[in-house]
C-alpha cells in the first residue's frame, strides 16, 4: 500500500467513524428525549438534524476514499476481491438508509410524527449497515 492508499483508509476509517458517532448519538438522544421536560426537548430536538449532517458527511468521505482506493489499490472494479463487494453491498444499503432518514427528517421537522416514527425504524437498519460495513472494512484491509 502507498502512503496515499494509507491516507485514503484513514480518510475511509474517518468517514466511518462520523457514522457511528452519529448513530451512538442518536441513541443517547432518544432516551434523553424520551425523559425530557417539555421545555427540554425543544432544545434537545435540535442536536440530532444537525447530528445527522456529520453523518452524512462522514458517508461521502467513505464513498470518496472508497471509488479512491479502487482505482489506486486495485486498478479499478474488474479487479475487486469478493469481500470489496459485500462492503459496497453493506455501504449501499447504509446510503439509502441515510437517504431516507434525510427525507423522513424534513417531514418530521415540520411536525409529521408518522416519519419521525420511521426515521426510529431506518435508523436502526442503518446501524446494522454501518456496523457490517465497518466489519468488511476491517476484513477487506486486513
Not at 458517532?21 to 428525549?33: C, H, P, R
Not at 479499478?76 to 455501504?91: D, R, S
Request: hydrophobic share 60%; net charge positive; proline share 3%.
Amino acid at each position: 500500500m502507498t502512503p496515499f492508499d494509507k491516507f485514503l483508509l484513514i480518510v475511509h476509517y474517518f468517514g466511518i467513524a462520523m457514522g457511528f458517532a452519529t448513530t451512538i448519538s442518536g441513541i443517547v438522544m432518544s432516551v434523553l428525549m424520551g425523559r425530557a421536560e417539555p421545555a427540554d426537548k425543544a432544545v434537545l430536538s435540535r442536536f440530532m438534524p444537525m447530528m445527522s449532517r456529520v453523518g452524512t458527511f462522514g458517508l461521502l468521505l467513505i464513498w470518496a476514499s472508497g471509488m479512491g482506493l479502487v482505482f489506486t489499490v486495485w486498478q479499478g472494479f474488474k479487479n475487486l476481491p469478493e469481500t470489496v463487494n459485500y462492503k459496497f453491498g453493506a455501504v449501499i444499503c447504509l446510503t439509502i438508509a441515510v437517504i431516507l432518514i434525510n427525507v423522513f427528517m424534513g417531514r418530521a421537522e415540520r411536525g409529521d410524527a408518522a416519519a419521525a416514527a420511521k426515521i426510529q425504524i431506518i435508523s436502526k437498519f442503518s446501524a446494522l449497515f454501518a456496523v457490517l460495513s465497518l466489519i468488511m472494512a476491517v476484513v477487506v484491509f486486513k
